[in-house]
């Protein structure tokens, strides 16, 4: 009996994130990607329809990750503040492990919504819900201001977000992401802090 070595599906979505990051979705080939991963371009097609199927896995599990991590945010007994701030963390150390990974999400994510958007991971929304959910918590409470509208919130977060990792991705050393994030929770504490 032959011992499977490694895994070729992990090993795959690695060598795409590398790729994709370095030529850009469209110019990535499924052989490059086979070559990158150490796999035979035939052993991409035994895991993946096509090189859409492996950016979509790639995003469902980013944000599977993200979800699950921000549901033990949520359910701790901090402040709706602190929980936000958390978030925040989350969301730079996830992108500070993996410059590649911040890369193709800066790159990729915004045409694949628009795009595959009934194919996109539905953690995703349920991410952006969820932190909705801490601002109206945060409103409730009264330590967040009330007139905050959590939808115009979330896509400001979101875009400046990605704006910001961006920068920090093509010019780390002029943008170092510790400062980001600090300037990130700054202006979000006294953004809609009441």
């Known amino acids: 009996m032959r011992i499977k070595e ?70 701790n007994n901090i402040s709706p503040m602190e929980k936000l701030e958390s978030l925040i963390d989350m969301a730079f150390d996830t992108f500070m492990e993996n410059t590649a990974l911040a890369i193709v999400y800066i790159n990729e994510q915004s045409n694949l919504i628009q795009y595959s958007r009934q ?36 896509n400001y977060f979101l875009g400046g977000f990605r704006n910001l990792l961006h920068h920090w991705a093509h010019d780390s050393q002029n943008f170092s992401l510790d400062r980001i994030r600090e300037n990130v929770k700054l202006l979000t504490r006294h953004g809609i802090q009441r």
């Open 119 to 154: 194919k996109f991971t539905a953690n995703y929304d349920k991410f952006l819900d969820l932190c909705e959910d801490i601002i109206r918590d945060g409103i409730n409470k009264g330590v967040m201001a009330e007139n905050i509208d959590v939808q115009i919130f979330r």
């Open 6 to 75: 490694g895994n070729k599906e992990k090993d795959i979505i690695e060598a795409a994130i590398k790729v994709f990051a370095e030529k850009g979705y469209f110019k990535s080939k499924i052989s490059k990607i086979a070559d990158v991963a150490g796999v035979a371009t035939g052993s991409v097609y035994v895991y993946f329809e096509n090189k859409e199927d492996i950016l979509l896995k790639i995003f469902e599990q980013l944000w599977g990750n993200i979800y699950q991590k921000a549901q033990v945010i949520k359910n």
